[in-house]
Nanobody
Framework: QVQLVESGGGLVQAGGSLGLSCAAS????????MGWYRQAPGKQRELVAR???????NYADSVKERFTISRDNVKNTMYLQMNSLKPEDTAVYYC???????????WGQGTQVTVSS
């Protein structure tokens, strides 16, 4: 039913920027909140940023004032603009979608972000 595809990952120098996109297809249910998560080797997956349907947002303390999450409810897309990247931002970034009024969650396959010093 719901398929999520992330794009925009890559290799950048510290202090650089990257923009990630998540495209949702096969939508047959109402989408609730959407979010970006990341996971580095040997670490648990953590929330990076989350955005509700009304546009309200939450960010991990480590990315506040550097990352910006946004969404387009008509196009069923979500974005993450990452500025002032640091080596510790290196991880696989995953798109996550919550079904409205449900505990059902959908995940993308992830996109690698690598930040070199």
């Amino acid at each position: 039913q719901v398929q999520l595809v992330e794009s925009g990952g890559g290799l950048v120098q510290a202090g650089g920027s990257l923009g990630l996109s998540c495209a949702a297809s096969g939508i047959s249910v109402t989408i609730g909140a959407m979010g970006w998560y990341r996971q580095a080797p040997g670490k648990q997956r953590e929330l990076v940023a989350r955005i509700a349907r009304d546009g309200s947002t939450n960010y991990a303390d480590s990315v506040k004032e550097r990352f910006t999450i946004s969404r387009d409810n008509v196009k069923n897309t979500m974005y993450l603009q990452m500025n002032s990247l640091k080596p510790e931002d290196t991880a696989v970034y995953y798109c996550n979608v919550e079904r409205w009024g449900s505990t059902t969650r959908y995940w993308g396959q992830g996109t690698q972000v690598t930040v070199s010093s």
